[in-house]
């Protein structure tokens, strides 16, 4: 926005200097440059506090708009329900799919309720479970990805999140049947890739996939917390950025100004593309499904043998 | 007399010699100093049988962060391998197996695109000739410098361990001081048989970060391997010494049980 109105006086300048007959176009050119140095900086942080904005839609939001009859179901039968990774069966446009999703809150009292969003071992476990159970049913999954990573507590620890992710990986990359992830907001780390391996990634406009957080990246690699919108930019962790990477299929369009501002619009973007890729990848044979699925996962990396 | 040095737990002083010579465990408090592959590979594989294999393999940068290049140069300088893991096939007791051993002194240890490939490309040997995996880990997680490319080989490592698990073959975790994040979280947690050395850190959140949201000091022993046993996610803790004689036994219980259940197959599956 305000580079827009800085280029805007510029080209102001551009006109008087050439009424008053003076040559400024190197000088220009400098400002050139270093505006649109500054606004990618500007714009990956802009995707990250648009990822992190606090009325933008939660997993729970886009249930209700794109499904009938959701039907939430709890637990992992192990040790308890994670109110931060919900589930349940809904049907979208008349199929009756499995959604697995993070869920924050959209208030203090709801965020509190839901650690932000922060899922434990149960959460990944319940995620297990009921992909299992859509596997066995043949229902599709969809996943909706807004985390900003597991919940890095002494119970989540001492009830092996490790372990839980790793095997949902392991698991989610044989089921069956498919499965389309999306990025609703935050992809974190381990904790998102722990319900993010599927047949099709996708990220909406301004959500933002990362390794760690832009925050964490400064405060390690560049050892200054304050780094963070320059870590945002180097990581490439706009959509935009993870497409060019090619680690998502492809970006689910927002509304103008961000999913917060029309969530009923965002959601109707959202719905489009799951019914299209399920009328895609349902007829598919499972068996090819899954190899596919592997060998794609298989090609991420980049490197040389020489 | 060679250099002496100081035992981080018992602070008592040994020579580096008698400390080679007791595969770099301190012989008056146990405590087990971190080892290279090469080290582990002399221990472990019977002599001249560990065949090197993606030796020269090498990271591609992949997000162009700056500096990551010289950093990764520096390391190989140091280390003398091109990345954190090295990967092989050996014979242990004339059985064969497939080892990927990793090295925490190569940038932590961490995982990007050369750590993920190899590590993948051991278990695919694996499937191929039917040969048992042992892997050594030991990493502080993901290769940030790779950014979401780092994130990836966790997926992707964990699709080979499945592809191993669905062949039936085994897969050997040795989990070394100290094992956390992006490791923990993908093919570490998918072994088989979780083996792990006496006092080594476990864990996905590094204990720094846990404090940070708990607001307290964490207990006594928290994610080592004796707590991760007590928690159910380690079988065995198993001293340096005594590692070599476990997996002869491991690996004959397993060439065992695959003869007999080879029989019925032969006979067209008539007893």
Redesign the interface.
């Known amino acids: 926005m305000t580079s827009k109105k800085v280029t805007s006086r510029i080209e102001e300048l551009e006109k008087l200097a050439a009424e008053a007959g003076i040559d400024i176009s190197d000088e220009l050119k400098k400002i050139g440059a270093k505006i649109s140095e500054t606004s990618k900086m500007g714009k990956a942080w802009q995707r990250v506090e648009l990822a992190r904005n606090a009325d933008r839609p939660r997993a729970l939001d886009i249930i209700d708009n794109i499904c009938d009859d959701f039907i939430e179901l709890h637990g992992d039968r192990y040790y308890g329900d994670d109110p931060a990774l919900i589930g349940g069966i809904g049907f979208i446009d008349g199929i009756p799919v499995t959604i697995i999703a993070n869920q924050k809150g959209r208030n203090l009292k709801e965020t509190m309720a839901r650690n932000g969003g922060m899922a434990n071992p149960e959460g990944y476990r319940k995620a297990l479970r009921l992909a299992r159970q859509a596997e066995k049913f043949h229902r599709p999954i969809i996943t909706f990805i807004d985390t900003q990573g ?5 119970g ?8 839980a ?3 949902n ?3 989610f ?2 089921l069956k049947t498919p499965v389309i992830c999306i990025i609703i907001g935050e992809g974190g ?2 904790g998102a ?2 319900i ?2 599927g047949d099709k990634i996708y990220m909406l406009e301004n959500a933002v ?4 957080s832009p925050e964490g ?1 400064a405060s ?2 560049l050892r200054d917390a304050s780094q963070a919108k320059n870590a945002a930019a ?4 706009t959509a935009e950025d ?1 497409l060019s ?1 090619k ?1 998502c299929n492809g970006i689910i369009a927002e509304p103008e100004g961000g999913a917060h501002l029309d969530p009923a619009e965002s959601s109707r973007l959202i719905k489009e593309t799951i019914v299209r890729d399920l009328a895609d990848l349902m007829p598919r044979n499972p068996a090819v499904l899954v190899r596919y699925r ?1 060998q794609k ?2 090609k ?7 | 007399m060679s250099e002496k040095i100081t035992c981080p737990a018992c602070k008592g002083e040994i020579e580096r010699n008698s400390l080679e010579a007791n595969l770099k465990v301190c012989p008056s408090c146990q405590y087990h100093f971190r080892m290279e592959p090469t080290e582990r590979i002399a221990y472990l594989a019977d002599k001249d049988s560990f065949v090197e294999f ?1 030796r ?8 162009d ?2 500096g990551y290049e010289e950093k990764l140069s520096e390391a190989t300088k140091k280390s003398n391998i091109s990345d954190a893991v090295v990967t092989g096939t050996c014979t242990i007791e004339r059985m064969p197996v497939v080892l990927a051993l990793m090295s925490f002194s190569f940038m932590g240890g961490s995982m ?3 750590v ?2 190899k590590i ?1 490309r051991a278990m695919m040997k694996g499937v191929e000739t039917r040969t048992p995996v042992i892997v050594y880990a030991t990493s502080g997680g ?1 290769r ?13 490592t ?6 191993l ?2 062949a039936g073959l085994p897969l050997f975790l040795v989990l070394c001081d100290p094992t956390t ?2 490791v ?7 072994g088989d048989i979780t083996i792990a050395e006496p006092g080594a850190l476990i ?3 590094g204990p720094r ?2 404090e ?3 607001k307290q000091v ?1 207990p006594e022993g ?2 080592r391997a004796e707590f991760q046993q007590d ?3 380690v079988d065995i803790i198993s001293p340096r010494s005594e590692q070599r004689e476990l997996f002869v036994k491991l690996l004959k219980a397993h060439s065992e049980s695959a003869a007999r259940n080879a029989v019925p197959a032969a006979n067209g599956g008539k007893a």
Not at chain 1, 156 to 163: D, F, K, L, P, Q
Not at chain 2, 56 to 63: A, D, F, R, T, V
Not at chain 2, 144 to 156: D, N, P, V
Not at chain 2, 158 to 163: C, F, G, L, V
């Open positions: 597991a919940f890095p507590g002494l989540a620890e001492e009830r092996g999140i490790g372990e992710i790793a095997m990986l392991r698991e990359s044989q780390s381990g890739l722990g993010g391996v996939y990362s390794v760690i990246y390690i690699l180097m990581m490439k962790i993870v990477l680690v592997n996962i298989r991420f990396g980049h490197y040389t043998e020489n | 993606c020269n393999m090498k990271s591609l940068n992949p997000i962060m700056d990007g695109s050369v993920g490939e993948t993901a940030m410098q790779e950014g979401i490319f780092s994130l990836m080989q966790m997926a992707k964990a699709s080979a361990a499945a592809e698990d669905r994040g992006g923990t979280a993908s093919f570490a947690m998918l864990g996905f959140a970060v846990i940070g949201t708990i964490l928290f994610q928690k159910g996610f």
